[in-house]
């Protein structure tokens, strides 16, 4: 089986996005994608309205977008929201506790609620599944480069995500895995298996191609597991 998916996407259920989570998932599925998560800010009212509206063929994640003490976190396969304001630590054992998975979003970007660029980060990482290595809404700098340096010394999948906080965005980054990814266990390890394919990323950002077209031209890709996470060099 092959999934197509994104693990960060906001909805109106955040403060800073306007997209209804019924409006979400019809462009997800329009797209292509296999499985959203959707991510709200300190919530998962907006993440359960979309599982509820998602229509055949795209399974919804509950998760939420963290604000910890250290930095922001994302939980994936909640049946309640994490209260933020905590330790990470604590955070991230609150999210175990119910059965879900942990990971790092934009974890260098200059502009906002990233980990702490201390001794702190390097014991988060440790702690957590996967790093996002590409973040579609990092612009300028070299956040998604150092990223994915980060998840490689600690031996992290590197994932996409597109961050999507309009309907547009949804499914700008998203990775292509072998397995169903609709389980904590069948998630992670679709992620470990993942080949990444240098540049893919800077192409589904920056070309003006309908992201159906990509998904469907990846579709006959032979190379899988690959992750759009590549972040060295361009197409």
Same mark, same amino acid.
């Given at each position: ?8 996407c ?14 979400v ?10 499985h ?44 309640? =929201?994490?209260?933020? *304001?905590r330790?990470?630590? $604590?955070?991230? +054992? /609150?999210?175990?506790?119910?059965? !879900? @998975?942990? %990971? &790092? ?7 906002r ?22 973040? =579609?809404?990092?612009? *300028?700098?070299?956040?998604? $480069?150092?990223? +994915? /340096?980060?998840?490689?010394?600690? !031996? @992290?999948? %590197? &994932? ?20 169903d ?55």
């Amino acid at each position: 089986m092959r999934a197509f998916i994104d693990l960060h996407c906001h909805t109106s259920a955040s403060f800073d996005c306007l997209a209804s989570p019924e409006s979400v998932v019809r462009a997800a599925a329009k797209r292509g994608l296999t499985h959203l998560a959707v991510t709200d800010h300190d919530r998962i009212e907006g993440a359960l309205r979309a599982r509820d509206a998602a229509p055949a063929g795209l399974t919804v994640i509950v998760g939420e977008e963290v604000k910890t003490a250290d930095g922001d976190l994302i939980a994936l396969f909640l049946e309640r =929201a994490v209260p933020p *304001g905590r330790p990470a630590a $604590e955070t991230i +054992a /609150a999210v175990r506790e119910q059965g !879900g @998975l942990v %990971g &790092i979003p934009h974890p260098f970007d200059q502009h906002r609620g990233s980990m702490l660029k201390d001794p702190r980060l390097a014991a988060t990482g440790a702690l957590v599944d996967w790093v996002e290595a590409y973040n =579609a809404r990092v612009i *300028g700098g070299s956040g998604n $480069e150092r990223a +994915a /340096a980060f998840a490689r010394e600690l !031996g @992290l999948p %590197g &994932i996409a995500a597109s961050d999507a906080h309009s309907v547009v965005e949804v499914g700008v980054a998203y990775n292509i895995v072998e397995g169903d990814p609709s389980t904590p266990a069948g998630l992670l390890a679709a992620l470990r298996a993942m080949e990444i394919v240098p540049g893919r990323a800077s192409y589904i950002v920056r070309t003006l191609t309908p992201i159906s077209k990509l998904v469907n031209r990846a579709r006959g890709n032979t190379r899988v597991p690959w992750s759009s996470a590549g972040p060295s060099g361009d197409a």
